[in-house]
Structure formats: structure tokens, C-alpha cells
């Protein structure tokens, strides 16, 4: 386990956008006592537990009603070997063995089996959000509905500056789909309206969100295939959660939602399966304030 908590920077001075008083109802320390694996990382200052671990060994182990918030970016099931466009260049699409498709139904039975766990942890009130293009959007929509979530908004998240299309035989793609979910039909699920109206000139907020792919800048701790922008991770975390609310990502890649987390002051629990990732995700945990 590394433990860095001495190198981290404090953050008590960031400003953040919900001010409301932190109160710790709860503790991600306390829930990771049900996990026999030790964290790979763990930040009691700020409040991270990262866990080099296949999802599927620590959600399980997770208490029931415990997580308030999840973020859930999975494998896309689209490295088919084809190519796109990178900078210029033609570049292949496989983004690593994790994200090859093991073929329509096992793709379902995979999904299914991730989206209950993650319910079954969700506290009553509790919301998911699921990102996704057409190679998994499809298959997640049915699953949650099959196990009961209420979809509360699917967002087009338009991606303002995507790479061209090479085969020129399709519209370029510059969307992905964000569906946002309560744990189920009884659940009052929170939602920051004023704030996201506040952050829209004072216009209600819209399901179309305008946001560039993650930039160099984002990029210079090491490079994820498939790194979200902090852009979005924020407005999640902003429109979803309060402060000292307890925040899950089962597929962390390099930690975007935890950033996120730890910037507006909420607790994180990230589980990746690779090293390199989790090692990206430490270095931009550690240097919060400029990421
Ligand atoms: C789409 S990426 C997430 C990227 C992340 N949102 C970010 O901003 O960096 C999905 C990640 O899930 C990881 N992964 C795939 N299958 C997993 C599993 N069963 N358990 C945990 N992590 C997994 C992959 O290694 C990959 O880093």
C-alpha cells in the first residue's frame, strides 16, 4: 500500500462551490474495514482510498445503503481494432484488452452484474451516473431498467471539438451519453438545482452539456486512453452531491472523479485494475490544486 498523505498539499484554503458545512455522517475508512484487500492508496486528510483490484471483488464486500454518489465510466466495448484520428494522425482505436467485447450477451451479463452491486450499495436517496457511446449505451439503459433504477436524465454530453471521421462514410461522432439514475423509484434523489442554474447564467441548465475533451494540461501525469474531462466530473459532483458525501468510481482509470471529489471537498472510493493507472490517478491527487 503506498501511503502518501504527508505529500499531499492541504486543500483547506481551495475555495469550492457549495460552502454548506462538511459533515462526516460517515466514513469511507470505516466502510473500508469490510474489505479484506488493503487499499492501494489511502489520503485520510483528504479523504481517498484507491484499490488496485478487479470491481467485481470490492463491490461485494461493500455495506449495503452506504455510497451516496457513483460515477461509473466502464470498458465501452470498442477496441475492434479499427482506427481513428489523433492529432492529426490515424491512430488505433484499441484502447487495451479491458475494453474488447466479450460479445453482446456476455457484454450484458457483465454490465447487469456491476449495475446491482453498485444499487445495492447506493443509499436510498442515492444516484448513479453512467457514461457511454452506442457500443455499451444500449445494453446499460435496458440493464438499469431491468433492475429497477428511476433514469433521471440522459445527458448528450457534446464533445465541441472531436477528431474527424476518416472513412468519411459516417457524421463525425462528437457525442456521449450520460444517464443519470436514482437507486430506485422511491428514491428523493438531491439535485443542486439553483446551483446549476447559477453556473448557467441564471437559465435552467440543460440536458446538452458543451465540454471539450480533457486538454494537455489535464494529460501530464500520464495518458488514459479514455480520461474524462474535469469539466464534467465537476458538474456531476456539483449537481449531485454535498459536501462530505461519499463518491464511488468501480472503473477509476486515472481518478477524474476523485479529483473532482476531493476539490469540492467530498470523500472518494476509486477501484482500477491497473497499476499505471492508479499511478496517474496519485499524481494528480496529489497535485489537486493545479489539476
Ligand atoms: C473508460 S476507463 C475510465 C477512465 C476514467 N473515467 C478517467 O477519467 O480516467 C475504464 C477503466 O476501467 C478499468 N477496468 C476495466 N475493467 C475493470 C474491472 N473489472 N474492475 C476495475 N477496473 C476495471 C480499465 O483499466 C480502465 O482504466
Not at 431498467?145 to 472531436?162: C, R, S, T
Request: proline content about 5%; aromatic content about 10%.
Amino acid at each position: 500500500m503506498l501511503n502518501e498523505t504527508n505529500d499531499i498539499q492541504p486543500n483547506t484554503i481551495m475555495p469550492t462551490l457549495t460552502q454548506e458545512k462538511i459533515t462526516h455522517k460517515k466514513d469511507i475508512f470505516s466502510l473500508a474495514k469490510n474489505i479484506p484487500q488493503s487499499p492501494y492508496f489511502e489520503d485520510k486528510k483528504h479523504s481517498v482510498i484507491l484499490f488496485k483490484s478487479d470491481c467485481f471483488d470490492i463491490l461485494p464486500k461493500l455495506p449495503g445503503n452506504s455510497i451516496d454518489m457513483i460515477f461509473a465510466d466502464p470498458p465501452y466495448f470498442l477496441s475492434n481494432g479499427g482506427f481513428t484520428c489523433h492529432a492529426g494522425k490515424m491512430v488505433s482505436v484499441n484502447k487495451g484488452k479491458w475494453d474488447i467485447s466479450k460479445g453482446v450477451e456476455e457484454n450484458f451479463i457483465f454490465t447487469q452484474r456491476w449495475l446491482r452491486e453498485c444499487q445495492r450499495i447506493l443509499t436510498p436517496n442515492g444516484a448513479i451516473w453512467v457514461s457511454g457511446t452506442s457500443h455499451i449505451i444500449y445494453t446499460i439503459g435496458s440493464a438499469m431498467q431491468g433492475l429497477g433504477y428511476k433514469i433521471l436524465n440522459d445527458i448528450a454530453w457534446f464533445k465541441v471539438n472531436p477528431p474527424p471521421n476518416l472513412s468519411c462514410r459516417y457524421f463525425t461522432h462528437s457525442t456521449e451519453t450520460i444517464l443519470w439514475a436514482a437507486k430506485n423509484k422511491y428514491s428523493k434523489h438531491y439535485f443542486n438545482y439553483d446551483l446549476m442554474r447559477k453556473m448557467n447564467n441564471n437559465k435552467q441548465m440543460l440536458s446538452l452539456w458543451s465540454i471539450k475533451a480533457p486538454g494537455f494540461l489535464e494529460k501530464i501525469y500520464g495518458k488514459h486512453p479514455t480520461q474524462k474531462p474535469i469539466e464534467l466530473l465537476n458538474r456531476i459532483v456539483l449537481a449531485s452531491t454535498k459536501h462530505g458525501d461519499i463518491i464511488l468510481d468501480p472503473f477509476t482509470g486515472s481518478s477524474t472523479t476523485g479529483v473532482a471529489a476531493v476539490k469540492e471537498k467530498r470523500q472518494f472510493i476509486g477501484i482500477e485494475l491497473e497499476e499505471e493507472y492508479l499511478r496517474t490517478s496519485i499524481k494528480r491527487l496529489k497535485d489537486i490544486e493545479k489539476t
